[in-house]
């Protein structure tokens, strides 16, 4: 799925969890100081932030293939080497990085098996290979749950996003191991997100980000106004209020 949204567009629709995403996914991949580390499918560029605050911009490569989220990672952290592309054809030599990690990425790849057999080629024997996915198979990003639910009701048997890799528990585990990845774990990260209100929920929907904000374009005036109003019985309809989010997660370590 190609991302042709403004990068302020997906900051104000997904972009406010990856910062608390971006510190789980670091924390759980151990990466630190003196690390070279790559970050596939950038978007704006919350990863590669908290990558550069660990590691510093000059170890830091980022690679998006929206060239808009390419350009906004790079304004935003000067000195990393950030550039556009697809996950499945890395433009580094093999071995180059400590780490390559995958936020919220591999849903979205064109061969999912070949992006993350790319990222095991670009790092190093002995590194470590993380990605992560939201759960939408078990209702755990409570955003998108809540969003499909309400299309639900007015479309029985929409598929959501239940379809896309990695959502699944164990999927991100399956594909790093097809990958020839060792010593592969899983688990999960929590995140969050603040709302000033249900119109601060709502409104990024209607911006046409991602699967659901797309879907929802599809639908006439009606059936939208019949889903915001399923999104708003769901939620608090005044003052601001947080909601929680899962992501399934998986590591491994390249062969050596």
Known sequence: M??????????????????????????ASGVGSGMRVLDVGCGPGALTDALVARAGAEAVAAIDPAPQFAEACRARNPGADVRVGPAEELPWEDGRFDAALAQLVLAFMRDPDRGVREMARVT????VVA????DTHEGGMTMLDTFWTAVG????????????PGTARGDIAAHLERAGLEDVRDGE?????EYAGFDDFWDPFMLAVGPAGQYLRTLDAEQQSAVREGC???LPSEGPFELDARAWFARGTVSG
Request: hydrophobic share 40%.
């Open 189 to 193: 990260l929590l995140a969050h997100a």
């Open 2 to 27: 190609e991302f042709v949204s403004p990068a302020e567009h997906y900051d104000r629709f997904m972009g406010r969890y990856a910062p608390t995403l971006a510190t789980a996914l670091a924390d």
């Open 232 to 234: 708003r019985k769901a």
């Open 153 to 164: 009701e007015i479309v029985p048997g929409v598929d959501g996003e239940h379809s896309r």
């Open 124 to 127: 190093r024997p002995g590194g």
């Open 131 to 134: 990605l992560c996915m939201w």
